[in-house]
């Protein structure tokens, strides 16, 4: 009876004193939902945690304040945000909670002076979340707006639609480059010198989290680590005549140097939600608004492209997974009866509600030297 009173009198002494400190495992959650971006911060780059999308931790900074408290065990920061999401679903992304719960509980978004370890996102240099991807692949053709919209009327364009939805098939995707192509908010898309038909494309993009082979759609969402905003910025101007010439030419469509922008950071997939249900994107040109998209457009669901891509190649932590863009995209004539290409001077404004905003600045590349001949030469060239 002794030893029962003496358990009893303890558990009444930890209730009354409230949770501890410092928690670990399952039991922890975030007060605020974050995002998680790369960033240059006082000239090197740094992993930091976004809330309100106003303000940025410094990701190791503020963990080596939170360590001062002898509560908290001592956890190493991933470097690179390629770390960080390798070890995010093992473990690390109870410290991130513990990080964003020590902040807000102790008020210091709102002190005066901050701890220095907060920056204002307006102070910062935003960069490409990830620096850089294992690989990259794409969606072609995976919303119905999207179908055929460079075809000769709209009623053709429905008659490609119809066939389509009566037979979907797999998805169609293709690998885009990462290292040059990447690009983060605020950076340039330079337009390659004579390449006049550079066209538009914001997409969902899919960041991995857990290494994914031969994954079943009903299990492509517990291999997700989160969600980005793409956009996929393509050269329409194709190849010039001569030489092997069989089918479209990918690399010249996507591959160029600022094609890829990505940002302006990370949602991880529990505060975003099931993108199905979700989604919407839009990209406008200047004043004019282009794109306007929700998941209900599309052709296969983000899921069964995991399912499908993850068939060919194992997807690994990091992979970005592109869902495809809708209709409205530049050499498209069914939307606004003309086609119509990037210049110089355009501002490219993308969204996806829940995630951000990529603001792009187009300008033009400087002429190059002459080459041998066995270069990309102008569309002019060969086409008019």
């Known amino acids: 009876m002794r030893h029962i009173q003496v358990i009893a009198a303890a558990l009444i002494l930890v209730a009354s004193a409230g949770p501890l400190p410092a928690q670990s495992g399952l039991g922890v959650s975030s007060a605020q939902p974050f995002k998680l971006g790369t960033f240059e911060i006082d000239g090197e780059e740094r992993v930091g945690i976004v809330l309100q999308d106003k303000v940025v931790l410094d990701l190791e900074a503020a963990n080596r304040a939170l360590e001062r408290n002898p509560a908290y065990p001592r956890v190493p920061m991933p470097e690179t945000m390629l770390d960080l999401i390798g070890q995010y ?138 969600y980005t905003v793409i956009l996929d910025i393509s050269d329409r101007g194709g190849r010039p005549p001569g030489g092997f010439s069989s089918g479209s030419d990918w690399f010249v469509g996507k591959g160029h140097d600022n094609f890829g922008p990505m940002g302006p950071w990370i949602v991880p997939k529990e505060f975003y939600g099931d993108p199905m249900k979700n989604l919407r994107q839009t990209l406008s040109v200047g004043t004019e608004k282009m794109q306007d998209a929700t998941a209900g457009d599309m052709i296969h669901s983000l899921y069964e492209v995991i399912e499908y891509a993850s068939s060919i190649v194992t997807l690994y932590p990091g992979d970005v997974i592109g869902a495809g863009t809708s209709g409205g995209v530049g050499m498209g004539t069914t939307v606004r009866g003309a086609q119509l290409f990037l210049k110089p001077g355009d501002k490219i404004v993308a969204v996806i509600d829940g995630i951000g905003t990529l603001t792009m600045p187009v300008v033009a590349e400087p002429a190059p030297a002459p080459g041998t001949g066995s270069y990309l030469p102008a569309v002019s060239s060969y086409r008019k």
């Open 89 to 226: 679903e093992y473990g690390l992304k109870f410290r991130l909670y513990e990080i964003v719960n020590d902040t807000v509980a102790g008020n210091r978004l709102g002190a005066s002076p901050r701890p220095r370890y907060i920056h204002d996102v307006a102070q910062v240099r935003t960069l490409a979340p990830i620096r850089y991807p294992g690989k990259m692949l794409m969606t072609a053709v995976n919303f119905f707006s999207h179908v055929g919209e460079g075809s000769a009327g709209a009623e053709e364009q429905k008659k490609q639609v119809a066939a389509r939805r009566a037979n979907r098939g797999v998805p169609y995707m293709f690998i885009k480059p990462t290292q040059g192509v990447i690009i983060g908010n605020g950076d340039d898309i330079v337009l390659p010198h004579g390449r006049d038909r550079i066209d538009w494309e914001v997409e969902l993009g899919t960041i991995i989290g857990r290494a994914a082979k031969y994954v079943p759609a009903s299990k492509a969402a517990e291999h997700i680590f989160g």
